[in-house]
C-alpha cells in the first residue's frame, strides 16, 4: 500500500520540518496521484516514529519563585484567665469564708468562696503572700484586653 518511494517522500518531506501532515498528503498526492489523507499521512509517519513537529527549543527551567510568606498571625500571646491567679492556691491559706472573715485578716479568694483568712500586717487588706500576688506586674493593660476584645 505504501510505495518505498512515496514513503522516502513522505519521511523527507516531514524532517524538512516545514510541511504539516495535510501538506504531505496534499504534495505525495499531487506527485503519485494518490489519495492519502492527513490521518493516513499522520498515522504512518507515527509508526515510522517521524515527527513533523518542529521542536521547541528548550524554554529556560523557569526558576520557581519561593512561596509568599504567609501573612503573620497577628501576635496574640495566651491570656491567663484572671481566676488562674486570684485563686492560686496558697499552702498555709485557712480558706475562711466570708462570714468568718475579721480584721487582719486575708482576704484574698482562695475559691469560690473562701478566702485566704491568715493573718494581714495592721492597714493591710491581703497577708504577706498575697500582696506580692496582689502587686505583680500586670501582663497586660486593661486598654489592651479590651482592644483584644472588641477586635
Ligand atoms: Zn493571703
Given at each position: ?6 514513503v522516502d517522500?513522505m519521511?523527507?518531506?516531514a ?6 501532515c ?15 489523507t492527513?490521518s ?5 509517519l ?8 518542529k ?6 527551567a ?7 510568606r504567609p501573612p ?13 491567679i486570684?485563686l492560686?492556691p496558697?499552702?498555709?491559706a ?7 472573715l ?5 482576704k484574698w479568694?482562695t ?14 487588706s491581703y ?5 506580692k ?6 501582663r497586660?493593660?486593661?486598654r ?8
Open positions: 500500500m505504501w510505495a518505498q518511494e512515496v517522500e519521511i523527507s518531506l524532517q524538512a520540518k516545514t510541511h504539516s495535510a501538506m504531505i498528503a496534499d504534495a505525495l498526492n499531487a506527485k503519485f496521484s494518490t489519495s492519502y492527513r493516513a499521512i499522520a498515522g504512518k507515527h509508526r515510522l516514529g517521524v515527527s513533523t513537529q521542536e521547541e527549543p528548550k524554554k529556560k523557569v526558576v520557581a519563585k519561593p512561596a509568599p503573620r498571625p497577628l501576635s496574640s500571646p495566651v491570656l491567663q484567665p484572671v481566676e488562674d486570684a492560686a496558697s499552702p498555709d485557712l480558706n475562711v469564708t466570708m462570714m468568718q475579721e480584721k487582719r485578716m486575708c479568694p475559691d469560690t468562696d473562701l478566702y485566704c483568712g491568715r493573718h494581714t500586717e495592721f492597714g493591710q497577708c504577706n503572700v498575697h500582696r500576688a496582689g502587686t505583680m506586674p500586670a497586660y493593660s486593661v489592651q484586653l479590651v482592644g483584644r476584645i472588641r477586635r
